[in-house]
C-alpha cells in the first residue's frame, strides 16, 4: 500500500482532536485523522449519558471552527444560572447569567453530538483525510519525520503526531512519556434523571460527605443528567440496584431538590483518576486533552480545558508554518507545552483543593465552607470575576482560604 505524507497526524477523532483540525481549515497544512470508532449519527430521544458542560470560551472556539450551528441544530441545552451548596449546611452560593450581562453561562451537549457536529466541518476540509475507524500499530521515528503503520495496512509519515486518544492515549505510552497520577478514590456515575420539578435551566451540584452531585439541565423541562461522584464500589451498586430503590437513594441525596428523580435508561460509572503526562511535546509529538491531563469532573472542565489545549496548538503551529519552520521540533513545541502544562496544573491544583475542602463532615471545616459560600455569595465583584473565567467552583475555594483555613482547621 502506498505511503502517505502529511504535515499532522492526529491520533483520535474525539472532541478535542477534531477541533484541532477544524482549527486547522483554512492552512496549507496537510491534516490526517485517525479515529477507532465512529459515532452513530442518529440521536436517540433520550440523550446520551456521557454529556459535557460546555463553557463559553468553548463556545467561541466551536463557533470559531464552523462547529457551533451543527450542535445547536442535533441538541444542546443553554443553562442559565448555576446553584451550588453543601448537604445539610447553610452554604451555598449562586450565579445568573443577567447578572453578568451574559445570555447563559453555558450549555449541555451530548459529547457525541459536539464530536458529530466536528466530523461534519473535518470532512468537508480539503486539507483533512479521516482514517476511520481505523487505529495505529506502530511508530517510529525518523529525523525528520515520524513514521505510523494503521492496522489496516496504511502507512504515514508526518512532520508532527499529535495524541488526541484520551486518557489511556496510545501515543503517550508509545513515547515512553511518564504520567504523574493518582487515583481519586472516586467513581463517577452518570445517568439521565426525570425530576417531578422543572429543573428551569439551573445547573445545581451538591457537595455531600461521600462526593459531589450534580443535575445538568437538559433541553426537556423535567429531564437532567447527573453526574454522581461517589466511592466506587457504591457507585458499582447503585448502577445495578434495581430502579426504585436507586430513585428513592438518589432523590434523598439531592435534598429533594427537584422533587422525586426517576432515572430513564442506562446507567453507568467511571472511575476517576488524575493524570498529568510529565512532557506535552517531544520531537515530532504534541499531546492534547485527556492524552496529557485528566481531572475529577465536579468542576465540569476536562473538555473544555482540552479544546483550549486544541486551539492554542493551532495557533503555534499555524505561526510556526508562517515562519517557515519545522512543526515537530521539540524546541519550536516549548510554547505550546509551557502554557497548556501551566493551564493544566492549576486546574489540577484546584480540583485538590476542592476535594480536601470538601471531603469530610468535620464541623469546624464545615463552618469555614458555609461561611465561604455566603461571603462569596454576596460579594458580587468577586464572583463575577471568577464567573468570567469560567471557573466558578474556584471563588469558593479562594474565599474559604481568605476566610482563615489555617486557623480554622
Ligand atoms: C463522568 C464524566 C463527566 C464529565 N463531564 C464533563 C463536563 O461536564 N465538562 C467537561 O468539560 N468535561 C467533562 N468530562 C471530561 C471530558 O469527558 C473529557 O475531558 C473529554 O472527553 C476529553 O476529550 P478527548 O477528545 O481528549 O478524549 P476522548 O473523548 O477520550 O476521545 C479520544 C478519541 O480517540 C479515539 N482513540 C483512542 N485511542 C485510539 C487509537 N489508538 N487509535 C485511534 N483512535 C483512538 C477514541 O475512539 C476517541 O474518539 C467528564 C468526564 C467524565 C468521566
Redesign the pocket.
Known amino acids: 500500500m502506498m505511503m502517505k505524507s502529511v504535515d499532522i497526524a492526529i491520533?483520535?477523532?474525539?472532541?478535542?482532536?477534531?477541533?484541532l483540525a477544524a482549527a486547522l481549515a483554512e492552512t496549507e497544512l496537510r491534516v490526517a485523522v485517525?479515529?477507532?470508532?465512529l459515532?452513530d449519527e442518529t440521536l436517540n430521544p433520550l440523550p446520551d449519558v456521557?454529556?459535557?458542560?460546555?463553557?463559553r470560551a468553548?463556545e467561541r472556539i466551536l463557533r470559531r471552527v464552523g462547529a457551533w450551528d451543527g450542535i445547536i441544530s442535533r441538541r444542546a441545552a443553554p443553562y442559565m444560572a448555576m446553584k451550588v451548596w453543601e448537604q445539610d449546611s447553610f452554604a451555598n452560593i449562586g450565579f445568573k447569567a443577567d447578572d453578568l450581562g451574559q445570555p447563559d453561562l453555558g450549555h449541555?451537549v451530548e459529547?457525541r453530538v459536539i464530536?458529530l457536529a466536528l466530523l461534519d466541518r473535518v470532512t468537508r476540509q480539503d486539507n483533512v483525510e479521516l482514517?476511520?475507524?481505523?487505529?495505529?500499530q506502530s511508530l517510529a521515528m525518523g529525523e525528520n519525520e515520524a513514521w505510523l503503520t494503521l492496522e489496516s495496512g496504511q502507512s504515514l509519515t508526518a512532520k508532527l503526531v499529535v495524541g488526541?486518544?484520551?486518557?489511556?492515549?496510545?501515543?503517550r505510552n508509545k513515547a515512553d512519556i511518564p504520567l504523574t497520577w493518582r487515583d481519586y478514590g472516586h467513581s463517577?456515575?452518570?445517568a439521565n434523571i426525570r425530576c417531578s420539578e422543572p429543573h428551569d435551566g439551573v445547573a445545581r451540584q451538591i457537595f455531600t460527605p461521600e462526593g459531589p452531585l450534580?443535575f445538568?439541565p437538559l433541553s426537556e423541562p423535567d429531564l437532567c443528567s447527573i453526574?454522581w461522584?461517589l466511592p466506587p464500589e457504591k457507585a458499582d451498586r447503585l448502577v445495578t440496584m434495581d430502579e426504585e430503590s436507586f430513585n428513592k437513594q438518589l432523590t434523598v441525596a439531592f435534598d429533594n431538590q427537584l422533587g422525586l428523580c426517576r432515572v430513564e435508561g442506562d446507567r453507568?460509572a467511571?472511575p476517576?483518576k488524575m493524570r498529568y503526562a510529565r512532557d506535552f511535546a517531544k520531537n515530532r509529538i504534541a499531546l492534547?486533552?485527556?492524552?496529557?491531563h485528566?481531572?475529577h469532573?465536579l468542576?465540569?472542565?476536562?473538555?473544555?480545558?482540552?479544546?483550549l489545549?486544541a486551539a492554542s496548538l493551532a495557533e503555534d503551529l499555524v505561526s510556526l508554518w508562517q515562519q517557515g519552520k519545522d512543526i515537530g521540533l521539540h524546541e519550536n513545541l516549548r510554547h505550546y507545552e509551557r502554557w497548556r502544562k501551566a493551564e493544566a496544573a492549576k486546574m489540577i491544583a484546584a480540583m485538590q483543593g476542592f476535594r480536601e475542602l470538601f471531603d469530610g463532615a468535620n464541623p469546624l471545616k464545615k463552618l469555614a465552607r458555609g461561611i465561604g459560600m455566603v461571603a462569596a455569595d454576596v460579594l458580587p465583584g468577586v464572583k463575577q470575576q471568577f464567573m468570567l473565567r469560567a471557573w466558578v467552583l474556584r471563588v469558593i475555594y479562594l474565599t474559604w482560604q481568605k476566610c482563615g483555613k489555617k486557623q480554622v482547621l
Do not use: H, K
Request: aromatic content about 4%; glycine content about 16%.
Open positions: 491520533i483520535g477523532g474525539g472532541m478535542v482532536g477534531l477541533t485517525i479515529e477507532g470508532t459515532p456521557r454529556v459535557s458542560a460546555l463553557s468553548s449541555i459529547n464530536q482514517f476511520a475507524p481505523d487505529r495505529c488526541a486518544d484520551g486518557a489511556n492515549s496510545w501515543l463517577a456515575l452518570v450534580a445538568l453526574v461522584s453507568a467511571f476517576l492534547v486533552g485527556d492524552a496529557a485528566t481531572i469532573p468542576a465540569g472542565q476536562g473538555v473544555n480545558l482540552g479544546l489545549d
